[in-house]
């Protein structure tokens, strides 16, 4: 088992760019998550996706958006990217199911730098 | 979600019991107490949860008061490899669902040789 696997690892874009990120989940994993993490902070939740649909958000504009396809993979996408949007990008996996705790398992991360 | 307070640094010398201390005083009765920790350049790892009674893995043993207020992680034997940044969160139990996880900032714990 691959685990949660991310690409690329690294990246780097200019101001109003935008990026494209990709997730693909841990096997017999049905649910995405994905966070941002500034240097020095804890991870920060973008939202959740689950059956192709956004089920979760956190306080991030409308220029983050996302996408879960047929196969659970995700993307993340961000439009006209600031300075403020470098950080290190991380996906999390887990299992929709009736357990009653929340393990999540995260991918390495992508590092952007908006420059 | 309930907040957590967490030590910003502590230090451990290898071989040696880490202990871990997180506050929550003001956690709900139907929320957990979870830990996971961020090794330098890698995502979070989950390492342990527990709701009121003490709970132990083959990574940790999580220690939660009588009152639930605050709680304790205890890596036995620690290692270089478990320095590492270690969050203590605080979460309602999931409805059928995943929920999102509210990190802090964190402990940065320190093993040395």
């Known amino acids: 088992d691959a685990g949660v696997t991310q690409s690329p690892t690294h990246l780097i874009k200019t101001r109003g760019q935008q990026v494209t990120l990709r997730c693909s989940p841990k096997?017999?994993?049905?649910?995405v998550s994905w966070y941002q993490q500034a240097l020095g902070q804890g991870p920060q939740f973008i939202f959740q996706?689950?059956?192709?649909?956004?089920?979760q958000r956190g306080n991030f504009p409308d220029r983050f958006s996302g996408h879960q396809f047929p196969n659970y993979s995700s993307e993340l996408n961000v439009n006209a990217l600031l300075l403020g949007d470098s950080a290190l990008y991380l996906c999390?996996?887990?299992?929709?199911?009736?357990?009653?705790?929340?393990?999540?398992?995260f991918g390495p991360g992508t590092r952007l730098t908006v420059l | 979600d309930a907040k957590t307070t967490q030590p910003p640094s502590m230090d451990c010398a290898e071989g040696r019991a880490a202990n871990l201390p997180c506050n929550h005083s003001?956690?709900?009765?139907?929320?957990?107490v979870y830990w996971y920790r961020q090794i330098h350049s890698q995502g979070p790892q989950y390492i342990i949860h527990?709701?009121?009674n003490n709970e132990t893995n083959e990574m940790a043993s999580l220690i939660i008061t009588e009152d639930r207020k605050s709680s304790t992680l205890i890596l036995p034997h620690a290692t270089l490899r478990d320095t590492a940044v270690y969050y203590c969160?605080?979460?309602?139990?999931?409805?059928?669902?995943?929920?999102?996880?509210?990190f802090g900032k964190g402990t940065k714990l320190t093993v040395n040789p």
């Open positions: 999390a996996s887990s299992f929709r199911g009736t357990s009653d705790y929340n393990e999540q398992f």
């Open positions: 096997s017999g994993h049905d649910t």
């Open positions: 996706y689950y059956e192709e649909e956004e089920r």
């Open positions: 003001t956690i709900s009765g139907n929320e957990y």
């Open positions: 527990g709701l009121k």
């Open positions: 969160i605080v979460q309602k139990r999931p409805k059928g669902g995943s929920e999102k996880l509210v």
